[in-house]
């Protein structure tokens, strides 16, 4: 009987069923998107490694790709999350009635935003993508299409601005809206080699001594 029992043992343990085990860690998802869009922010699309996110975001990969589909999806969403974040002074500073006061808030409110030491320097899209691999030229083609968006606006604030009297009526919005975008970008670019709030703001004044002079023969 004892040997009997003893089988009837082993067979139990050898059959029993495993314990399921337990969900995957639930993430806070917005936090996990807000440490995504500063580690591209840091490295750009293709530095950022699958690697250097998930160690970012404290998730695996399998959590990445479940919650985000792919690193271009998880991209496009940190995009949109950089304009609504950090990139919303440019719309505001566009809103206001003056032109020249417009363009004044954006130039100096950019040289503050790129140079904050609390985060990477530099706009995350003004300089982002613009060379890259050729299976990547989606992604490129995206970040093309934010900057586009912020130069309409721009060139419609201006294009106001003329209608208005503010500006002289021969003035480009075109040309003018392209060479103030020039100047955010190179802000941008010197941000990223180190260049201080001050010393952004020295190159704002010197692109708003342009404007106001062209504000002052209307």
């Not at 089988?7 to 993430?27: C, D, L, M, Q």
Request: net charge neutral.
């Amino acid at each position: 009987m004892r040997s009997i029992s003893r089988v009837i043992v082993v067979i139990n343990k050898s059959t029993s069923i495993p314990r399921p085990r337990g969900r995957p860690r639930a993430f806070d998802r917005a936090e996990a998107l807000e440490h995504a869009g500063l580690t591209f922010w840091r490295l750009g699309y293709e530095g950022a490694s699958i690697a250097d996110l998930t160690k970012a975001m404290g998730i695996t990969p399998q959590s990445l790709y479940s919650a985000f589909s792919s690193k271009a999806d998880l991209y496009r969403e940190a995009l949109d999350w950089y304009q609504s974040r950090i990139g919303a002074f440019a719309i505001a500073a566009l809103e206001e009635p003056e032109v020249t006061t417009a363009i004044e808030r954006l130039l100096m409110e950019a040289a503050v935003e790129f140079s904050n030491p609390d985060r990477p320097h530099g706009c995350m899209i003004s300089t982002a993508v613009l060379n890259c691999a050729e299976e990547n030229q989606t992604v490129a083609a995206m970040v093309a299409g934010e900057r586009k968006t912020t130069l309409d606006a721009l060139q419609n604030r201006i294009a106001r601005g003329i209608a208005e009297g503010q500006l002289p009526s021969n003035t480009d919005p075109q040309a003018l809206a392209r060479f103030v975008g020039a100047i955010i970008q190179g802000m941008s670019v010197q941000a990223k080699d180190g260049a201080s709030a001050a010393e952004l703001k020295a190159i704002a004044s010197i692109t708003l001594s342009k404007v106001h002079g062209l504000a002052t023969a209307s």
